[in-house]
């Protein structure tokens, strides 16, 4: 099967990349990234050399590359995972949110429809929800709220899916899955930003009262899920992906800073968020009871293992957190 990746030099890219391509030794994977500050080629050095894998920078709002990049690989199945993925820069500047989620996805679909593929799996967030009181979850059926620029770009890509799927018959599939963490992931989202700098003895900054929660997913069990979505998906359908794994904030940097055996005095409250999603809950049951699937680790085992991953890959994050990423840092944390 030959199989187009959107966004596969960033933290899930990466990871469903190297999970398919070890899965299926008989997929042709194509990655197209544009390589942004969250596109990184380190991550993909255990797919270098691959004969079965191809990478291509270009910009998914390239009407005329996807047309080309469909066309010559004869592309059977499309997974949409690019995008611009940081709610804190929505905030700053919508622009890119916009062009990339929305207008990027709108050239894919139109390619897809064009070409005639056999699958578009959308991968989009539980954000598009919005924000939940102290009880209950998300399920499919749950009406879109988004609240963030961030949230409101993947719903609007959400809605324009569903709208080929019914006006021109495109096979799509849209999959909502929650926060995730592992390897790999930018240290501009909560895990490794708080794991880099309590590594650094620098204080840990929570917005607001640290009593927001977060459903939490590792990063290999969205993979296993977009594999099974992928596959045995219904065409036209939503599937919510979700970890049961609900914590607050405070209680997810504790964590971090027992397991690296740090104190609490780094923890520092900070001015919150705008607009700050109180709480996410999703519940997963349909992927669960039509797929089969579901997450295979706990938040403390999939954190315990993600610290220590971050612990012996400093140079990955390291090399990140000394380029462009300081000047973000400073922009986004001085007057908080
Ligand atoms: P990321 O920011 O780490 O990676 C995004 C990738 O997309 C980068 O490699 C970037 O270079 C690429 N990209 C951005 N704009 C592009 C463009 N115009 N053309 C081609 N490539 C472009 O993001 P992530 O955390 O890996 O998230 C991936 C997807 O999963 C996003 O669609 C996001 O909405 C969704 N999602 C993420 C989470 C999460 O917790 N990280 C949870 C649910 C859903
Ligand atoms: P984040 O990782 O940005 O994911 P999202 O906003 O998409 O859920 O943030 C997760 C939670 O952590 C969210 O409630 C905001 C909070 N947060 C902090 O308290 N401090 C920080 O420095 C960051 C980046 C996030």
Redesign the pocket.
């Known amino acids: 099967m030959n199989l187009l990746i959107t966004g596969g030099a960033g933290f899930i890219g990466s990871s469903f990349i190297l999970f398919m391509l070890a899965k299926y030794p008989w997929y042709r994977i194509i990655n197209v990234d544009k390589l942004t500050y969250a596109g990184n080629l380190e991550n993909l050095r255990g797919a270098e050399g691959n004969p079965r894998y191809t990478f291509l920078k270009a910009d998914i709002c390239d009407r005329q590359a996807m047309d080309e990049v469909m066309r010559k690989y004869e592309i059977e199945v499309l997974v949409n995972i690019a995008a611009e993925s ?3 820069r929505s905030i700053v500047g919508a622009a890119e949110f916009i062009q990339t989620n929305v207008g990027g996805t709108s050239v894919l679909l139109d390619a897809a429809r064009d070409h005639k593929i056999r699958k578009f799996v959308q991968v989009s967030t539980d ?1 598009v929800y919005g924000s939940l009181g102290p009880s209950g979850k998300f399920t499919e059926q749950s009406p879109l709220h988004p609240n963030s620029p961030y949230a409101a770009s993947k719903a609007s890509a959400d809605l324009l899916t569903l709208a080929y799927h019914h006006t021109h018959g495109v096979p799509v599939v849209i999959t909502r899955c929650s ?1 995730n963490y592992g390897p790999f992931q930018f240290p ?4 490794p ?1 708080m794991i880099a700098n309590a590594l650094q003895d620098k204080p840990l ?3 607001g009262d ?1 009593m ?1 929660v ?1 459903d939490w997913l590792q990063v290999a069990d969205h993979c296993s899920a977009l594999d099974v979505v992928l596959h045995s998906g219904r065409t036209g359908e939503i599937y919510n992906i979700g970890g049961s794994n609900e914590k607050t ?1 405070l209680e997810v940097v504790r964590l971090i800073l027992k397991q690296l055996e740090k104190p609490e005095s780094l923890i520092m409250f900070v001015k919150d ?1 705008l607009g ?1 999603d109180r709480r996410y809950a999703i519940d997963s049951s349909k992927i669960q009871s039509e797929l089969g699937w579901k997450p295979s680790v706990t938040i403390e085992e999939g954190l315990a293992q993600t610290v220590r991953w971050y612990l012996e890959h400093r140079e990955w994050w390291e090399r990140i957190i000394s380029g462009d990423y300081m000047e973000y840092y400073r922009k986004m944390y001085e007057e908080r």
């Open positions: 940081h709610v804190d954000e926060n501009e989202k909560l895990i930003l900054p929570v917005y640290g927001n977060r904030n968020r700050h």
